[in-house]
């Protein structure tokens, strides 16, 4: 078995980095440049943030292999890479999970992953067991389970501990303004059984940052920009009060989305677009929210009556 799984406080998502970089083209419709995300990358890197979160179906590859040219330069053993198996996109092989790997190395350039994913719930029984081999080959060195419920986490770990392994990590959609996993105790049962969670989506794709308004919204065209512009009103109240908090610490709204998701133990993966942001990360590691400022939060998230559950996302019961 493989050393335990050790990561920063703080993981970096690189969905948007799957977009073509044409302003309004793609999911996120951000102007990235490969200059802007090698900047990205160095100062990550450079303040401990070396875990980076990727997936075969961001982009169809193109963000793999965009992280692995701004990563180029880096040994290996100084960053970590995290990517999954989409059940829903499998090839037709004897081997599908194995296919999509070889082809995730390939684009990564790498002979391992260090954190590999099953990104869908699909078929538990018929998708986890081909994990196995390549645990024990080392390929993968740790499972871990995204948009699962308790019950196919719970299936997922029983598989794998027949072999000897286990589910180490969960990565599921965890914000203010969206808090399923709290009310179905997987935060807590992950909690209990040493699981790490990994909440994505914690800024809500921009919409929860403050950056975003009706008079300045998210990239039209864009896949975001459908999902959220319309409900900009509605998180007013919200983020002008995570601004003020933020003010009172010397942070930034965003910073306060990230504190929090910290506060409630989680590793947030969140959503990395410019070297700037780095800043921010460093501010919420460093910033302890009072449990007066996360209530005053989480009653003005649950005022929004918003419902931000991804199209890919199953309801959590
Ligand atoms: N397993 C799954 O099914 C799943 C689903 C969704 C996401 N994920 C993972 O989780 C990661 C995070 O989710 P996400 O990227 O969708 O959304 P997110 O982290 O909620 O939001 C990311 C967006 O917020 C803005 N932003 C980031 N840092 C900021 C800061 N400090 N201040 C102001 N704005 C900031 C950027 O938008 P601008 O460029 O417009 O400023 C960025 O594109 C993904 O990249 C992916 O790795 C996994």
């Known amino acids: 078995m493989s050393k335990a799984l050790n990561v920063p406080a703080v993981a970096l998502g ?4 799957g977009d073509s970089g044409e302003t309004g083209d793609g999911y996120f419709g951000s102007r990235l440049t490969e200059t802007g995300l090698r900047e990205v990358v160095e100062k990550a890197q450079a303040n401990g943030f070396t875990l980076w979160d990727t997936a075969v179906a ?13 990563l180029s330069g880096f040994d290996r053993g100084e960053y970590q890479l995290s990517t999954k198996f989409t059940p829903q ?62 019950e196919e986490i719970a ?20 914000s203010l303004l969206y808090r399923p996993c709290e009310r179905t105790g997987i935060l807590d049962h992950c909690r209990d059984h040493d699981v790490r969670f990994f909440a994505y989506m914690v800024l809500e794709q921009g919409a929860l940052t403050g950056t975003y308004s009706p008079a300045h919204p998210l990239p039209e065209g864009s896949s975001r920009a459908a999902a959220y512009n319309g409900i900009l009103p509605r998180l007013r109240t919200l983020t002008d009060r995570m601004a003020a908090i933020g003010n009172a610490h010397g942070a930034s709204a965003a910073d306060i989305a990230t504190a929090w998701a ?15 942001y780095i800043d921010g990360l460093l501010r919420a590691r460093d910033l302890d929210l009072t449990a007066e400022e996360i209530a005053d939060l989480e009653t003005l998230a649950d005022a929004t009556d918003v419902d931000t559950r991804g199209w890919w996302e199953q309801e959590m019961r």
């Open 58 to 70: 961001y982009g169809m590859g193109r963000s793999e292999s965009v992280l692995a040219r701004a």
């Open 14 to 17: 690189t969905w948007a980095w």
């Open 155 to 174: 299936l997922a770990d029983r598989i794998l501990g027949e072999a000897g392994f286990r589910v180490e990590a969960v990565q599921n959609h965890f």
């Open 89 to 150: 996109i499998a090839g037709d092989g004897d081997d599908p999970v194995a296919d999509m790997l070889e082809q995730s190395l390939d684009r990564m350039r790498t002979d391992y992953v260090d954190l590999f994913w099953i990104h869908n719930p699909a078929d538990v029984a018929r998708w986890t067991p081909p994990l196995i081999p390549l645990l024990k080959s080392g390929t993968i060195k740790h499972v871990g389970v995204s948009n699962h419920s308790m």
């Open 262 to 276: 910290l506060a409630k133990g989680t590793t947030p993966i969140i959503g990395i677009t410019k070297a700037s």
